[in-house]
């Protein structure tokens, strides 16, 4: 079993920051792409930020410029340090990772989502 934590969400001012992590744990053999996304009432899900297990990283051009992906391979954890954040932030973010159980097969697993809400 694998699972996939995040914390680091919560209530900040526009043009303010947050950090958000999300701590891998369980049957890992290793991790591949790791990603942040997130959901605003209504809205589909959408894509935030992603990097791979080298750390190369990319990102929409609705965060890029105030949001940084970032990974520390050797506590299977990934980050997302926002900045100037804007009230069109605000949604529930989740944490994405494939995940090598064993050596040949991956799995895709979601964490269980943290609010961050940016008021104006």
């Known amino acids: 079993q694998v699972q996939l934590v995040e914390s680091g969400g919560g209530l900040v001012q526009a043009g303010g920051s947050l950090r958000l992590s999300c701590a891998a744990s369980?049957?890992?053999?290793?991790?591949?792409?790791m990603a942040w996304y997130r959901q605003a009432p209504g809205n589909q899900r959408e894509l935030v930020a992603t990097i791979t297990n080298s750390g190369s990283t990319s990102y929409p051009n609705s965060v890029k410029g105030r949001f940084t992906i970032s990974r520390d391979n050797a506590k299977n954890t990934v980050y997302l340090q926002m900045n100037s954040l804007r009230p069109e932030d605000t949604a529930v973010y989740y944490c994405n990772a494939w995940i090598y159980s064993g050596r040949f097969f991956q799995n895709n697993y979601w964490g269980q989502g943290t609010q961050v809400t940016v008021s104006s």
């Open positions: 369980g049957s890992i053999f290793s991790i591949n792409d």
